[in-house]
Each structure stands twice: as structure tokens, then as C-alpha cells.
């Protein structure tokens, strides 16, 4: 199929492009990388009026170091992310979640901050902005405003961001050098949408004591957003040990509540479909995602402690 009829607005600069959005409204879409965006306009399954070309915009592509973060511009391409010395020294995690996303020629075009604003089931990006409580700067008629990771994701294919709104840079936390991480997910094929993905960050003093442990997991949330999981920071100030690692995982899948009529019910979803026509959600059951989410996150905790002990 082929998209709707629509204008083409291009836009040099972020006035330029809140000026636009500001004018067409709602009937207005951001392009960017155009990976998700395209494929729904294909199968008529959004028909913007508008569409507002932001590549221009060279300011928004960057990756910066800055005192206390890793500042990434909005329009920055999965690529440059995956290959970056300043991820790959400040922000490790992000590099490992980069590698996961679609195959090398989808990321040399996807943008994080299309990635973001998609906020599609068990996006990888997501997933780590929401694990290291990631600051999301968003531009709008008024001036720009900052989001954190936890406020910014709303819902299934849903943001904070208004119609007149755009995302323009996404600041991660430093992570330090001793800091455990890992990146996994479960999909049916190499490059396919995440069934699950998890991600793990420990920090150890050198007594073993944990200092800090975190995990979030993508596409196991009713709400259709990243999850956190609350269980495992309550662990602050114990000795690690493996047995700490099996009831996290008892405690997940108490904990997550994946909604199957939901995914099953997101565009993102019922686009991608297998030659028997079965749908993701229908091969993976919310109960099969709770299992996912447990032995993953389980996985990521212990190769976060094997590369701690590894660089400690």
C-alpha cells in the first residue's frame, strides 16, 4: 500500500519546526529516520496531513559529554550511538541496546528521538531510559521543558509530548567504570520486534555490599510502557549472591502484569506478522512474556556481576 495524500514541510532549524507543528496541529508528524513513521502511513494506519522533515536540523545530531550526563540529540541515528567513544566510555548500556535494535541498515537511518517518541513495545532505547532515569528535553512554543524518563512515556505509542512539541535531546546518567550492566532481549528472529528485553545495571563497593542494582524490562506493562522493577532496589546494602537473583525472579513474575488485549490491540504490533498471519502477541502469551521477564532479567543481573567482577 502507499500513504495517504500529504504535504511536505521541511524544516532547518527547531523554530522552524515548532512553527510548523504550531500551524498543522494534530494533523501534523514529525519525520526523522522514518522507520516506524513510513510503515504506518503505508498501511494507512496514521494519515498525517502534514509532514514535517527535521533532518536538516544538524544541530540535533550529536552526542556530548557534559558534567554530569551523556547529552544525545534527538535526531542522532542508532548508528552513530552504536559506535560512539563517549557511549562506549560514559554509557556502555546504551551501545549494547543500540546493537539489539532492527539490522545495521534500519539503524543507520532510525534516530533515537524517533525511537523514543514512538515509545513502541519493548523499544530498546526505552528500556534504558527508563532504567537509568534518563532527562528528556522537549522544545515547544513556550520554550523548552524537562521530562524525566519515568513522566515522559504515557501509554501504548503515547508521550508526553503535545502536538506542538518536539523532542530535542535525551541526557543519560554517567556510568561509572566499575559499573556492572547488560543488555538482553527474546524475539522470534534477529532484528524482529522484542517479545521481552531487559536490562540490568549493578554497582558493588568492594566488599560486595550492593550500592546500587536496577532493572527495567520492555513490553511486560499493561500501560504499554517501560517498566522498572521495584523489587530488586530494595537490595541496597546486601551482599550479592545468587540467591537473591532466583527470587527476583519469583518476585517478577508476581510483579509484571502484562496486558495481552493491549499489544494486541497496538498498531506497532499487529503490523508485524509472521507468513500464517499468527500475530507476536498471540505467539507470545502474557504468560510467556512473565517467564521471559523473569529468566532474562535473572540473566542480565548475573552478567552485570560477572563483568563487575571483571573491571573492579
Known sequence: MKPAPFEYVVAHSVTEAI?????????????????????????RQTRPSYIVDINGITDLDYVRLTSDSLAIGALTRHRTIERSDLVESHCPILRKAAEHIAHFQIRNRGTIGGSLVQNAPGAEFGVVARLLDAEMVIAGPQGERTVPAAGFFQSHFTTVLN?????????????????????????????????????????????????????????????????????????RGLTFGHEWVEQLQKDIQA?????????????????????????????????????AAAVLSGRALKMAYEQWKGVK
Open 163 to 235: 502536538p506542538n512539541e518536539m523532542l530535542t535531546e535525551i541526557r543519560f546518567p554517567l556510568l561509572s567504570k566499575t559499573t556492572g550492566y547488560a543488555f538482553l532481549e527474546v524475539t522470534r528472529r534477529h532484528g524482529h520486534v522484542p517479545i521481552v528485553s531487559a536490562a540490568a545495571t549493578l554497582d558493588l563497593d568492594d566488599k560486595g555490599s550492593i550500592i546500587d542494582v536496577r532493572v527495567a524490562l520492555g513490553n511486560v506493562s499493561g500501560e504499554g510502557v517501560p517498566y522498572r522493577v521495584r523489587a530488586v532496589e530494595k537490595w
Open 19 to 43: 512553527h510548523a507543528l504550531q500551524k498543522y496541529g494534530a494533523d501534523s508528524r514529525i519525520i526523522a529516520g522514518g522507520q516506524s513513521l513510513l510503515q504506518e502511513m503505508n498501511m
Open 255 to 291: 510483579e509484571v502484569n502484562p496486558d495481552e488485549e493491549a499489544d494486541k490491540q497496538a498498531a506497532f504490533v499487529k503490523q508485524f506478522s509472521d507468513i500464517k498471519g499468527r500475530r507476536v502477541s498471540e505467539i507470545a502469551s502474557a504468560e510467556y512474556r512473565k517467564e
